[in-house]
């Protein structure tokens, strides 16, 4: 019996598809498969003194849950923000914690990134992320192989709101995010140094403006659990 589960595990050792499996790339995960009627919100970049506590402000007076991406360097210097999203309820993933474009990286430096938000998440009592959210949005096989072999869901988005650009009115990104909101979208936001308080008053319009129209707001990972067939897994 024990020879046979020796021979049976170098076997499977030796074959391809064994070693591909280890090694799949993460796949990046822009809409949730559902047909209900829910969105995600996602903000990146912060914890900021400035913007962060605005945009949970808003959130917690409207009762909707959100994700935020959280940058290491960034939640270092402002622990308690991270810790009131927490007590918030809020979705906390990991950006980062140097927020380092992950493209042309070598395999260990993706991994230390991505470590040390975990190490830190852990000595500021966080959960441990599942959640990534990859800077700028860019990535090659290295690095989403990393990913994957670390155990991260690649979070994207469908709706970009682009409002770390500073260019768009509250007015310009709300009709942006009611004309595309789709069943199981997901909305990215801002609460960096980039942010503005277009950010915040666009968020101020949309939320009251979908729950009107039947929309619920869950987090991405709530989220994540309507799919019942998905092609991200
Ligand atoms: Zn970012």
């Given at each position: 019996?024990?020879?046979?589960?020796?021979?049976?595990?170098?076997?499977?050792?030796?074959?391809?598809?064994?070693?591909?499996?280890?090694?799949?790339?993460?796949?990046?995960?822009?809409?949730?498969?559902?047909?209900?009627?829910?969105?995600?919100?996602?903000?990146?970049?912060?914890?900021?003194?400035?913007?962060?506590?605005?945009?949970?402000?808003?959130?917690?007076?409207?009762?909707?849950?959100?994700?935020?991406?959280?940058?290491?360097?960034?939640?270092?210097?402002?622990?308690?923000?991270l810790k009131?999203?927490v007590?918030?309820?809020?979705?906390i993933?990991?950006?980062?914690?140097?927020?380092?474009?992950?493209?042309?990286?070598?395999?260990?430096?993706?991994?230390?990134?991505?470590?040390?938000?975990?190490?830190?998440f852990t000595?500021l009592g966080v959960p441990k992320p599942?959640?990534?959210?990859?800077?700028?949005?860019?990535?090659?096989?290295?690095?989403?192989?990393?990913?994957?072999?670390?155990?991260?869901?690649?979070?994207?988005?469908?709706?970009?709101?682009?409002?770390?650009?500073?260019?768009?009115?509250?007015?310009?990104?709300?009709?942006?995010?009611?004309?595309?909101?789709?069943?199981?979208?997901?909305?990215?936001?801002?609460?960096?140094?980039?942010?503005?308080?277009?950010?915040?008053?666009?968020?101020?319009?949309?939320?009251?403006?979908?729950?009107?129209?039947?929309?619920?707001?869950?987090?991405?990972?709530?989220?994540?659990?309507?799919?019942?067939?998905?092609?991200?897994?």
């Open positions: 019996m024990r020879l046979a589960s020796f021979l049976l595990a170098t076997l499977f050792s030796w074959f391809p598809f064994h070693h591909a499996a280890v090694t799949r790339p993460a796949p990046i995960i822009k809409q949730v498969l559902t047909t209900q009627k829910v969105v995600a919100l996602t903000f990146d970049d912060g914890p900021t003194r400035t913007w962060t506590p605005k945009v949970l402000q808003v959130l917690q007076q409207n009762h909707v849950p959100a994700t935020f991406f959280v940058i290491g360097t960034h939640a270092i210097q402002r622990p308690e923000i009131a999203e007590d918030a309820k809020m979705e993933g990991s950006h980062g914690y140097q927020h380092i474009i992950l493209r042309n990286q070598s395999a260990d430096a993706v991994k230390q990134e991505i470590h040390q938000n975990e190490a830190l000595s599942i959640i990534y959210r990859l800077p700028a949005g860019a990535s090659d096989s290295t690095a989403l192989r990393v990913l994957g072999d670390m155990g991260y869901k690649v979070i994207g988005w469908s709706i970009d709101t682009r409002d770390w650009r500073r260019k768009y009115s509250a007015q310009q990104m709300a009709e942006k995010v009611m004309k595309q909101v789709e069943p199981g979208a997901i909305i990215i936001f801002h609460d960096g140094p980039n942010s503005s308080q277009a950010t915040i008053d666009a968020v101020k319009t949309i939320v009251p403006e979908l729950k009107k129209q039947g929309w619920k707001f869950d987090t991405v990972s709530q989220m994540l659990k309507l799919e019942k067939f998905s092609s991200h897994r």
